[in-house]
């Protein structure tokens, strides 16, 4: 009788047991899978609308977006509503741009800041030649801003964070800089963003590339883009 009850305690225990390795090793397995995929590095387009709401001088202010990423990193946030590039572009080109660019988010989320710095004087700086558009002379010079900004980019998957610096036509006029013609409300030709890191899915990247904005019609909504490449330097 006591090894008829022995054996049956071994079975059941061993019909408990196996279930519970097997979830084990399912697990195992799955966690292996998600470790091993490797992080892609590649090439990757940013869409945004930001929603600009600036200091009294408006030097400075504070940003709203949304936006969605596509290339080899696939994410979005604050509820962007264009279909297509064109549907995205379409607000700087209408006579009520304001009213449609408002339009392109469906939940805009804080984003970050920005600084505009006016141009200095041709001259001003006593330990460089400066010019305050590049490659003026003294008859051309009319004045690119230059503007600088740290944002956190919000997505379902993770934040990255992100910082931007060029130049800025904050004129009525159109500005020549070199072969380059400066529309106003748009940045210059040296626009140029930077991924330091990021959480969730963006622990670890990193990536740079260039931006245009384009705020004719439309501000405080501001049309901006980014193409660039990112890679990872590790989790």
């Not at 009294?56 to 979005?76: A, M, Y």
């Not at 009520?96 to 710095?117: D, Q, R």
């Not at 305050?132 to 956190?152: C, D, F, K, R």
Request: net charge negative; proline share 7%; hydrophobic share 35%.
């Amino acid at each position: 009788m006591k090894k008829v009850t022995t054996a049956a305690l071994l079975a059941a225990a061993t019909a408990a047991l196996v279930p519970t390795m097997a979830l084990g090793i399912t697990a195992a397995s799955a966690s292996n899978k998600v470790a091993q995929q490797p992080d892609q590095s590649g090439a990757i387009t940013i869409q945004s609308w930001l929603y600009a709401v600036p200091s009294e001088n408006v030097l400075s202010g504070t940003v709203w977006d949304c936006f969605k990423i596509t290339g080899v990193i696939n994410d979005q946030g604050g509820g962007p509503t264009w279909t297509d590039s064109t549907s995205y572009d379409a607000p700087n080109t209408m006579s009520n741009g304001v009213t449609a660019a408002s339009h392109e988010c469906a939940n805009k989320v804080p984003a970050g800041g920005f600084i505009l710095v006016p141009p200095p004087e041709p001259g001003q700086y006593q330990f460089a030649a400066y010019t305050a558009t590049p490659n003026a002379t003294p008859q051309t010079e009319t004045g690119l801003s230059t503007v600088y900004a740290v944002h956190t980019i919000a997505g379902e998957k993770g934040d990255i964070y992100i910082t931007f610096s060029g130049t800025y036509n904050m004129t009525d006029n159109p500005i020549k800089v070199g072969n380059v013609t400066v529309q106003p409300l748009t940045t210059g030709p040296q626009c140029t963003w930077l991924v330091t890191g990021g959480t969730g899915a963006y622990e670890g990247l990193q990536g740079d590339g260039t931006c245009f904005a384009n705020a004719e019609g439309t501000f405080p909504w501001i049309n901006h883009t980014e193409h660039g490449t990112v890679w990872w330097t590790g989790r």
